[in-house]
């Protein structure tokens, strides 16, 4: 539940933000007659409506197992994740099409200072948000709400790229301002594109990196009594991770010796490594004398 609270809070701030900054940018895009800017606002409406699937993400992702999801909800964000990704790659497209419509057609307009004015201001406000987000995001391991931190960054560069143009549209240059559109869908399709595989990874049980695993064989080696590992699988769940392991002990110790022993390991995994949601032991009898020979 916190997660949940912690998360949820910076989302709605950022919703916040976004929904002066989006009316403030269609705006100054339309008085300015800035095509860059006019799709720079609708970008940052897609920032709004992406964070509120956070929000839904988070809420379901965080609910207890029930009867009917025994294993817990964490996989749903991951859903969202892809929900995410795919506005984001919607949004790329769709300012890209405009762009190039603008380029075709010739209808360009030399931008007012006003648009110049409002793509600054955006870059510094969604580069804030972007890193407010990234580290909270980071700290509470969601991986929709890392997303969207990116959505927001996209959107910086989105910014970047229409200041450019529109500051060269009113040097004389005006096909810069489209063009400037046109080159900054290819970086929001790029993004939307890369967070899809990301959460699609995720959701087709891969396993946790190599230095997870590394740590995962060194806690369950220092307990006592543990005389190796014959298998060790792992799977990201959510943001949570399952552990399948194999140890080996003593086959000369009894069924509850054996058993304190998994128990210990268990302990300590899910005791030293906080994003293991269950951890499942079996113990495998060895004989040491064959074992050390």
Known sequence: MEREKIG????????????????????????????AMIADGVHTLSDILTTFVVILGLKISSKEEDEKHPYGHEKF?????KAI?????I??????????????????????????????????????MY???IIIARK?????????????RSDAFSSIGTFIGIFAARMGYRFFDPLAALVVSFFIVKVGIEFYLKATKALVDE???????EKIKNIVMSVDGVKGIQSLKTRVF????????????????NVKEGHDIAEKVHDALEGEIDSIKHCMVHVEPINTTTLFN
Not at 140 to 152: Q, R, T, V
């Open 91 to 128: 949004t790329g497209f769709s300012i890209g099409y405009e762009g190039i419509k603008k380029l075709i057609l010739g209808e360009i307009s030399t931008p007012g200072k006003i648009a110049l004015v409002a793509a600054a201001a955006s870059i510094v406000l969604k580069e804030g």
């Open 85 to 89: 990704s795919v506005i984001l790659i």
């Open 77 to 81: 964000e991951l859903i969202f994740a």
């Open 8 to 35: 949820t809070k910076v989302s709605w701030i950022t919703i916040f933000i976004n929904t002066f900054l989006c009316l403030f940018k269609i705006i100054a895009g339309v008085v300015g007659k800035s095509s």
């Open 238 to 253: 959510g943001h949570r991770i399952y552990v399948d392991l194999e140890i080996y002990v003593d086959e000369r110790l």
């Open 140 to 152: 509470i391991k969601s991986i929709s709400m890392e997303a969207d931190a990116w959505h927001h």
């Open 207 to 213: 396993s946790v990196d190599k230095e997870t695993i």
């Open 131 to 133: 890193w407010y987000t």
